[in-house]
């Protein structure tokens, strides 16, 4: 009996002696260094005296922005708003342009001296008896260029009444549209006729307006076209007159000689270009265009 309570005894002392030795391997100790914190997670203890800190002084309260100013409370830097007046931004003066290059062959073809002249060059071409030459390429070029020269002082009252002062804000759209229009209404009611005008409102079912100035640019354009188009083909019946003569002198004279085979084309090509070099045809025929312009 005494044995086994010694040995229960014995085994219970080895276990505590364990339970021991365990908590010291892994368990904190007594004699450990707490582990450093870090500064940033230092959180003060309710033993600390808070620091006493001053009270900020009250801000200022800052005028509201006024509707008109162009500024914002807000970080991104000042914004200007433009309600209405002053110059455009570059979005609309870009619009703008990617609209007049959008109609500008509508305005070449209708609103200037280009028809006329690409229809009184095309004829002298088919006077001569030339379906090809010179190609249709190097007359619209050459029409164009013509065109610049004559409408070269439109233009520069167009662009100095009207697209100049409203870039740089000085006039309103509506303005700005009057004042640039008047020079281009001006050449072309120069160079229309009464007749063409009076068929333009019979033809919309229209009155007769007091006066020129009110008459719609619908109205003008059509009527300046009917009109470039009627001198232009009177002009071409004028060139056309020599090159008919040469043509019937040269059958005529084929069919007495017995040549019926004989293309008279072939045999009229040569003198007709030989009369129109010596008679300078195309100074002539560029002259008179651009001088009918100047006397308007």
């Known amino acids: 009996m005494r044995y086994g309570v010694a040995k229960f005894g014995g085994l219970l002392g080895l276990l505590v002696l364990g339970l021991l030795i365990l908590g010291g391997l892994f368990g904190p100790t007594a004699d450990a260094a707490p582990a450093p914190r870090a500064a940033t997670h230092v959180l003060a203890t309710p033993r600390q005296a808070a620091t006493p800190v001053a009270p900020s002084a009250p801000a200022s309260p800052t005028a509201p922005a006024k509707p008109g100013d162009g500024t914002s409370s807000g970080s991104g830097g000042p914004i200007s708003v433009q309600v209405?007046?002053?110059?455009?931004?570059?979005?609309?003066?870009?619009?703008?342009?990617?609209?007049?290059?959008?109609?500008?062959?509508?305005?070449?073809?209708?609103?200037?001296?280009?028809?006329?002249?690409?229809?009184?060059?095309?004829?002298?071409?088919?006077?001569?008896?030339?379906?090809?030459?010179?190609?249709?390429?190097?007359?619209?070029?050459?029409?164009?260029?013509?065109?610049?020269?004559?409408?070269?002082?439109?233009?520069?009252?167009?662009?100095?009444?009207?697209?100049?002062?409203?870039?740089?804000?000085?006039?309103?759209?509506?303005?700005?549209w009057a004042d640039g229009t008047k020079p281009l209404r001006e050449f072309m009611l120069a160079h229309t006729r009464p007749q063409e005008i009076a068929l333009i409102l019979r033809a919309a079912n229209e009155k007769n307006p007091s006066g020129t100035s009110h008459l719609q640019l619908t109205t003008i354009i059509p009527a300046f076209v009917l009109s470039e188009l009627r001198a232009a083909m009177i002009i071409g019946f004028i060139v056309f007159i020599p090159f008919v003569i040469i043509d019937l002198v040269v059958s005529s004279t084929l069919m007495s000689l017995g040549m019926m085979m004989l293309p008279p084309v072939s045999v009229s090509l040569p003198f007709k270009l030989l009369l129109f070099v010596l008679v300078d045809g195309w100074g002539l025929i560029i002259t008179a265009l651009v001088q009918s312009y100047r006397g308007g």
């Not at 870039?167 to 700005?176: D, Q, V």
């Open 84 to 176: 209405g007046g002053g110059k455009p931004s570059s979005s609309v003066s870009t619009l703008l342009l990617i609209t007049v290059l959008a109609v500008a062959p509508s305005l070449l073809l209708l609103v200037t001296s280009f028809t006329k002249i690409f229809v009184v060059l095309s004829l002298t071409r088919n006077a001569l008896g030339l379906q090809s030459v010179p190609p249709n390429q190097v007359l619209a070029g050459l029409s164009l260029f013509l065109s610049l020269f004559i409408m070269g002082p439109v233009l520069s009252k167009v662009n100095k009444l009207g697209i100049q002062p409203y870039l740089h804000g000085t006039k309103t759209r509506s303005a700005a």
